[in-house]
Nanobody, 122 residues
Framework: VQLQASGGGLVQAGGSLRLSCAGS????????MGWFRQAPGKEREFVAA????????YYADSVKGRFTISRDNAKNTVYLQMNSLKPEDTAVYYC????????????????WGQGTLVTVSS
């Protein structure tokens, strides 16, 4: 599975962005998907995840109520709608695919996209 993330950019605090992650391959719909982010000088951290069917979603406490993860398997795409953005959300955002393991740990993910930069100004 190859993943291509897009949709990052510069936005003011309180604004919104929608990230997209396009996947290739017929097996995309078999994979659970996640979003992680990494700020300068910090470790990569879990943001959100969604099961292969879209029936289950998971969020980090820091984004719960502000971010929404969704997927469209017909389009091989997963989305991250980010609202009420804060300067501390500034990071490179990565999408990733996993089959087994723990959704909040990057170790269990099998495939990664290249990342898209989100910058939130105060």
């Amino acid at each position: 599975v190859q993943l291509q993330a897009s949709g990052g950019g510069l936005v003011q605090a309180g604004g919104s962005l929608r990230l997209s992650c396009a996947g290739s391959g017929r097996t995309f719909s078999s994979y659970n998907m996640g979003w992680f982010r990494q700020a300068p000088g910090k470790e990569r951290e879990f943001v959100a995840a969604i099961s292969w069917s879209g029936g289950s979603t998971y969020y980090a406490d820091s984004v719960k109520g502000r971010f929404t993860i969704s997927r469209d398997n017909a389009k091989n795409t997963v989305y991250l709608q980010m609202n009420s953005l804060k300067p501390e959300d500034t990071a490179v955002y990565y999408c990733a695919a996993w089959l087994r393991g723990t959704y909040y740990s990057p170790v269990g993910y099998d495939y990664w996209g290249q990342g898209t930069l989100v910058t939130v100004s105060s």
